[in-house]
């Protein structure tokens, strides 16, 4: 089993930064792959970034491409998102996932460990 804990987040004005942090404790070692998605109020859920624990190769959504960071500190098993510019559109919960497999880390089914999620509101 793999336990996740996000942090970070808040509101914020528009322009503005947040990072987010995600601990993950348990069966670390386990891990492939660990990402970001969001959810809005009445919206499906959706893939923002996403990184591999081994190489650092990163994948992002379109919407956040120039403007968020997603990184590893396979030490403290943590990883983050650093949101730059950040725009009302990215007011969400922010949720944090663990996959063990390889496979499509874009898709949320690759996942098979969640955090609790963490609100972002970002004010215009």
């Known amino acids: 089993q793999v336990q996740l804990v996000e942090s970070g987040g808040g509101l914020v004005q528009a322009g503005g930064s947040l990072r987010l942090s995600c601990a993950a404790s348990g069966r670390t070692f386990s891990i492939y792959a660990m990402g970001w998605f969001r959810q809005a109020p009445g919206k499906e859920r959706e893939f923002v970034a996403a990184?591999?624990?081994?190489?650092?190769?990163?994948n992002y959504a379109d919407s956040v491409k120039g403007r968020f960071t997603i990184s590893r500190d396979n030490a403290k098993n943590t990883v983050y998102l650093q949101m730059n510019s950040l725009k009302p559109e990215d007011t969400a919960v922010y949720y944090c996932a663990a996959g063990i497999r390889g496979g499509n880390y874009v898709n949320d089914r690759m996942y098979d460990y969640w955090g609790q999620g963490t609100q972002v509101t970002v004010s215009s």
């Open positions: 990184i591999i624990r081994s190489t650092g190769y990163t």
